[in-house]
């Protein structure tokens, strides 16, 4: 017999390791009957089974009935008890049992197994036919509701109004006939919904029963909760079939749940909640207010005290923090499942940390304990989560955190009121590199347009700034200073709250929590940076981010793009001056005057990263992004011609116009950028060069130690590189020779369109180092534009799965990552020890890195904020 098809087994035929088969909560009771806890007997119905029935859309694969009925055959010997005898009747639950834990998205039915017979011989062995009537009442609920979908408020209607006529509180309150009259009431209600008579023969109710929880794996819930959670869609559930032990039969009964460590905290202390009298989704779903654990200790002693033993017990087993279900019949404990906890982020750090200390797990276990994403939450300041609102509108969430502050419409406003200490909130349809100051001093940005990896979201996440991003429900009125949502109406001056995180927007302040970069988390990260191979390094454009950067962990800098330099206000002018200028002799004057700006911005670079890389990427845009808007500077012509004012503005102004015209292409992204800009002007190049080398030399001279690479983008040609790299060359030998000395440098270059990709053997000729650019490698390798794909077809095919993930945000392995592998392996068939990283957002991107650890890359470059989820994901990504 093939064991990986066998659809039934024995509670004690199974262990932890057969998870895949015997789902989560299978196979962790299983263990904790061989290891001598005590739990309910039963048997598991494989998630093969599951499966085979969804591929035969519904029908049971052949023998499994007969399987199951010789199982419960089995069961009744083992008890002495007979399911639905009016003799020593049997009862038992049918759960649900995913291989991924779902807690609370498929469904569990108690109590099968009672009816009209076996009510009373309940009962009557209980000495307690209050507790039997009890059980009666809540299998019909629960049945009904699952397996024949009746909907819950008809029975909790019921209910509620049986406790009101009797005027009492609680179902505790309610007498044997009351129960009695109930289920009465709860079999007609059935009855009214299901057009017909409610099943009295428990193995036909049990045989629907393991139907309905089969069914529940594809119910809409359980479908949002795996694509949340990326889990596949074909596991299936498995479904076990238990004894009921009874936590409602009396004051010496009890159910309860606890974690052997606090959950949100991950302190070690008690936590946990129970019932007296009653069954374990009275404490789940809350339907009566539950008594915190350590009260158990004076209702119940003895079983408290075995609790905790137990608790110890499997934790250590386990060797990490246990969510356990547990019932106490007549002062006897049994536990019902058990599994590793769920868990914040703080958790998470503090429990893995403190086991290690303990010497429960290694430092490398530790490390798979924790998710990537919980490293994103303790960077962030995060809204309280206990706010209770909710939102007024959602968009996307490209880049974490929370934020509180005052509407304004305009970078310009932003920058005044952030600068004047205001906290505010930079709402536009979309954000510009001209809205790059009023970014800054904002608390978060809001987009009505753009998706996670528009420019908005990628300087956001940047600068560790909250950002909504795609909000299309905003209908923002820029000139009007108002924004609308549905029927609310927002005026600049109103307070709002962003969550990056889930991309919730909120009316009014919410609370927020600080970020959490504590102990725990400095030394796990530390633990990764001993195990990983993978060099980390940041994307930094300023001394301020390089610092900050290095405080991350940064291992240098593996991309300083040079053009927000160009783009600062107090430049501009100077850079305008240098695109208009007329013929080489002006350019090269404008181009002077921009020198000792860029120089200052190098200095401060070298400066932080002091004895580690850097590497400095020539200007790689097009130059209409340094222009005003073509539809802009043409309405401003039309005005000025109408107003008839000023001559020379108005002839100003069209001479930028006509600038703005000859330079604007159609495709810029494919146009005149990058090494072909630098190949066109090769001044521009020439005037960073000497910026670099003066900035080196001053760094030098104050006592630090720069490290310069110098990077050209967008080559397609080597004979572009080779050119570049002569310039480079000259122009730096230049600079040593009027200096009089010289610092050790590299050139390298981009790897950025899929001809350098394939051509990599030809490149590596001229390059000293390779850096994959993946956002623009994605772009001109899928050949999708990022910012019109991600607000349209896009998202449509994340949705419809088409593709399996935004291409930007995690790398699409087989084509761009393929072209990462050819690069890499032509470039260095070449050069042997030809070094090669990554720069762009799936450097910080977990998915991306384990890719970028197969290929053999010798770096990441990611930005300051991702640099420590980038040295944890490298870790893991060699475990
Ligand atoms: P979920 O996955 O939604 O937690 P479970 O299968 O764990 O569903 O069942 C929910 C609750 O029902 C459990 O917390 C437990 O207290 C109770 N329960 C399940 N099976 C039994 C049983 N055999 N005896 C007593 N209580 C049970
Ligand atoms: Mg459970
Ligand atoms: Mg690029």
């Known amino acids: ?43 598991t119905v494989t998630t093969a089974a599951c499966i085979e029935a969804m591929n035969r859309g519904g029908d049971w694969p052949e023998n499994l009935w007969e399987d199951t009925l010789e199982a419960l055959e089995r069961l009744e010997e083992r008890t002495g008890r007979r399911l639905g005898s009016g003799d020593k009747p049997l009862l038992v639950s049918v759960r649900s049992g995913a291989v991924v834990s779902m807690p609370g998205m498929m469904d569990t039915i108690l109590n099968l197994g009672i009816g009209d017979d076996s009510v009373e011989a309940l009962g009557a062995e209980a000495e307690n036919p209050r507790f039997a009537w009890d059980s009666y009442r809540r299998f019909i609920q629960m049945y009904g509701e699952v397996v024949e979908g009746v909907p819950a408020h008809a029975y909790e209607d019921a209910l509620t109004r049986m406790k009101r006529v009797r005027g009492v509180e609680q179902d505790t309150d309610l007498s044997v006939d009351d129960l009695k009259e109930l289920v009465e009431q709860f079999k007609e209600v059935s009855r009214e919904h299901m057009g017909a008579e409610f099943p009295t023969d428990p193995r036909d109710q049990l045989h629907r029963s393991i139907d309905a929880v ?5 119910n809409p819930r359980a479908g949002i909760y795996r694509r949340a959670n990326g889990i596949p869609d074909d596991l299936g559930t498995a479904v076990n079939v238990m004894q009921m032990v009874f936590g409602n039969r009396g004051d010496t009964s009890a159910t309860g749940v606890c974690f052997t460590r606090n959950p949100s905290t991950g302190a070690k202390e008690l936590y946990g909640e129970f019932l007296v009298n009653a069954q374990g989704e009275d404490v789940v779903a809350g339907i009566r207010t539950p008594r915190p654990l350590a009260e158990m200790e004076s209702v119940l002693p003895e079983a408290y005290g075995q609790l905790l033993e137990t608790m110890n017990r ?30 914040t982020a703080p958790a998470a750090f503090k429990v893995a940390r403190d086991l290690v200390d303990e010497g429960v797990i290694t430092q490398e276990q530790a490390l798979h304990r924790i998710e990537p994403a919980q490293l994103d939450q303790l960077l962030h300041p995060a809204i309280d989560p206990d706010h209770g609102q909710s939102p007024v509108t959602k968009g996307l969430n490209a880049s974490p955190g929370a934020a509180v502050g005052e ?39 809001l987009t009505a347009h753009g998706g996670m990896t528009s420019h908005a979201a990628v300087v956001a996440r940047g600068m560790g700034k909250p950002c909504v991003a795609g909000a299309s429900a905003l209908k923002i009125d820029a000139t009007g200073k108002k924004v609308t949502i549905g029927d609310t109406v927002l005026r600049e001056g109103d307070t709002i709250t962003l969550d990056g995180s889930t ?28 195990v990983r191979r993978l060099q980390v390094r940041a994307n930094a454009d300023t001394g301020e981010d390089a610092a900050r950067a290095r405080e991350f962990g940064a291992q240098g800098i593996g991309l300083c793009r040079t053009e927000h330099m160009f783009m600062a206000e107090d430049r501009l002018p100077a850079v305008r001056k240098m695109i208009l200028a007329g013929d080489e002799e002006e350019r090269a004057a404008a181009l002077e005057t921009i020198l000792p700006m860029q120089q200052e911005d190098f200095e401060a670079i070298f400066e932080a990263m002091s004895g580690l890389p850097v590497t400095i990427r020539l200007l790689d845009p097009p130059l209409h992004e340094f222009l005003p808007d073509l539809v802009e500077q043409a309405l401003l012509v039309q005005r000025l011609e109408l107003q008839g004012g000023d001559e020379t503005e108005l ?53 630090g130690e720069p490290l310069v690479e110098i990077m050209v983008p967008l080559v397609a040609y080597a004979e572009e590189l080779r050119r570049m790299r002569e310039l480079i060359d000259e122009t730096l030998a230049e600079e040593f020779e009027s200096a009089g000395k010289e610092f050790p440098y590299t050139v390298g270059t981009m790897i950025e369109l899929p001809r350098a990709a394939v051509v990599a053997d030809q490149i590596a000729e001229h390059a000293d180092f390779f850096s994959f650019g993946t956002n623009d490698l994605t772009q001109t390798g899928i050949g999708i534009s990022r910012d019109d794909a991600e607000g349209s077809f896009l998202a449509a095919y994340v949705d419809d799965d088409v593709v399996p993930n935004n291409p930007f945000a995690s790398i ?17 068939q070449t050069k042997g020890d030809l070094k090669v990283g990554v720069c762009g957002e799936h450097g910080g991107d977990p998915a991306s890195i384990a ?17 420590p989820i980038a040295r944890f994901s490298a870790a893991r990504a060699v475990l």
């Open 407 to 445: 509407i304004v419409f305009d970078s310009d406003t932003a920058e005044q009121r952030g600068k004047a200490g205001d906290a505010v909130i930079l709402v536009r349809w979309e954000t510009t590199p001209d809205d790059i100051g009023g970014t800054i001093m904002a608390q978060g940005v």
């Open 503 to 530: 991309g919730e927007v909120f009316l009014g302040a919410l609370e927020l929590v600080p970020p959490q970069i504590n102990e725990d988390f400095q030394a796990v990260v530390g633990w990764a940076d001993e």
């Open 1 to 43: 017999e093939n064991t990986s098809t066998r659809y039934l087994y024995d509670l004690s035929e199974g262990d932890a390791s057969m998870k895949a088969l015997l789902g989560g909560k299978g196979a962790n009771v299983a263990e904790m009957l061989r290891l001598g806890v005590p739990v309910p007997d039963g048997f």
């Open 812 to 828: 699409d392995a087989d084509g761009v990552g393929g072209l990462v592998r050819i690069g890499t392996d032509r470039g260095r």
């Open 214 to 218: 089969f069914r529940s794996w594809q």
């Open 851 to 867: 890719l970028f650890e197969s290929i053999g890359l010798d770096y990441v470059s990611c930005s300051p904020y991702r640099v």
């Open 651 to 703: 002839r100003e102004a069209r001479v930028l116009l006509a600038q703005v015209k000859k330079l604007t292409e159609m495709n810029p992204m494919l146009g005149t950028r990058g090494v072909r800009l630098a190949l066109l002007y090769p001044e521009i190049p020439q005037m960073q060069v000497r910026a670099i080398a003066r900035a080196a030399f001053a760094v030098a001279e104050r006592g």
């Open 314 to 343: 499997l934790e250590g087993h386990y060797g990490d923090m246990q969510d356990i279900e547990f019932t106490v019949e007549e002062g006897s404990l049994y536990l019902l499942q058990t599994r590793n906890g769920k868990r």
